[in-house]
């Protein structure tokens, strides 16, 4: 197989269990050694990352081991949250890992443990970010550790598409912003920001208001796809809201909710829309969640893990639950939220060697 996954939960964040997880996925592979392993822990492991980092090169034959430190892991047999746990993908074969500096025009997996670097904006990238507390983050690139900061590279021998799903479900039209005082929508259409909001939701929403599963979604023609999602910080005494993106007098805005039936909706919607570029299966996928989407948003199932495993049988899934998610579209990167980002691989053939004809 090109490539294969494993996913081992235990008590104690040992690293005897990343060399476990290696194993098990190698066998799943039928193969001996990986060109390349992507693992990650979750933040029990954040003091004990190079040990476990180590032994899973030690147990792979191979020193390109990549990931991070995520809130939690899946892979297409399950996932794992708020206990010790490890999930591997080896690769194999055609299929490996190269350095970000000889991918060229290549997309770049990314993770990172600090806000996305402004000078990501311009590149094609996808992965994750997590920010834990204190000192829960770390990454890793060639078996080596950092523990603030960010690690890319380029997947070799595979065609890359992605399917994103933002889970959002649009109300209304878009309207233009008024009166702004910095991060502050005062009015929008002419009417205080709080009750165009509120006059836009589901009635039961009204009373008491969840500004985490609410959104703005800016129309914005510098953005990779045209628009941007902005989270509500806060519904103020004065009518007007926080966002978390600054607005131009005259930018317009939707507002959106994510609810679990919708956002599975589109979560099916965005695998349809990427396998429609291609029509050949993958043959491995990345699945990069956010933890306010997966097993907690859909009452302790992840509807979006299923429906990628639901669409593709059989296919190998290692995946990880952040605090961001990072996609491209054409030459330009974003940072998401509660978003889901898939990157599905397709092995490509090794291009035939070049036989000088007999004179």
């Known amino acids: 197989m090109t490539a294969a996954t494993a996913l081992i939960a235990g008590n104690e964040a040992l690293p005897q269990l990343a060399e476990q997880v290696v194993e098990e996925a190698l ?9 390349s392993v992507l693992l990650f822990l979750t933040p029990e492991f954040s003091r004990h990352a190079q040990q476990a980092v180590r032994a899973a090169a030690r147990a792979a034959q191979c020193t390109q081991v990549f990931g991070g ?29 190269m350095p970000a500096d000889a991918a060229g025009e290549s997309p770049l997996l990314c993770c990172n443990t600090t806000p996305f670097p402004s000078e990501w904006a311009h590149s ?34 595979a065609d890359l598409r992605l399917a994103v799903s933002t889970g959002l479900r649009r109300l209304g039209a878009f309207l233009p912003a008024d009166r702004l005082r910095g991060y502050d929508l005062e009015t929008l259409a002419g009417q205080p920001a709080l009750d165009s909001l509120l006059r836009h939701l589901p009635a039961a929403w009204r009373e008491h208001l969840p ?12 953005a990779p796809d045209g628009t941007q999602v902005a989270a509500i910080i806060s519904a103020n005494t004065d009518r007007s809201l926080t966002l978390t993106v600054p607005l131009t007098p005259g930018q317009s805005l939707c507002w959106a909710i994510r609810q679990p039936l919708s956002a599975e909706t589109d979560m099916r919607e965005a ?19 956010c933890i306010g ?23 190998p ?37 070049h036989v000088q004809p007999q004179p």
């Open 27 to 35: 066998l799943r592979a039928g193969s001996a050694h990986a060109n």
């Open 69 to 97: 430190i995520a809130a939690g892991l899946c892979t297409e047999t399950g996932w794992a949250l708020d206990r010790p746990a490890a999930a591997a993908m080896v690769l194999c074969g055609g299929v490996s890992l």
């Open 124 to 157: 094609r990238r996808y992965g994750m970010l997590f920010h834990g507390n204190g000192s829960d983050g770390a990454v890793w690139q060639q078996s080596r550790v950092i523990a603030q900061g960010g690690v890319d590279a380029c997947i070799r021998g």
């Open 211 to 222: 500004l985490h599963q609410v959104s703005a979604i800016i129309d914005d023609p510098d």
């Open 271 to 289: 695998l349809q829309f990427a396998d429609a570029y291609k029509t050949v299966a993958p043959d491995f996928a990345l699945y990069f969640s």
């Open 293 to 315: 989407r997966g097993p907690y948003f859909y009452g302790g199932e992840d509807r979006d893990l299923a429906a990628l495993c639901e669409r593709h049988r059989g296919l």
């Open 317 to 353: 899934v290692l995946g990880a639950y952040g605090t961001g998610q990072i996609a491209f579209h054409g030459g330009n990167s974003r940072q998401l939220h509660n978003a889901v980002v898939t990157a599905l691989f397709h092995e490509t053939p090794p291009e035939p060697d």
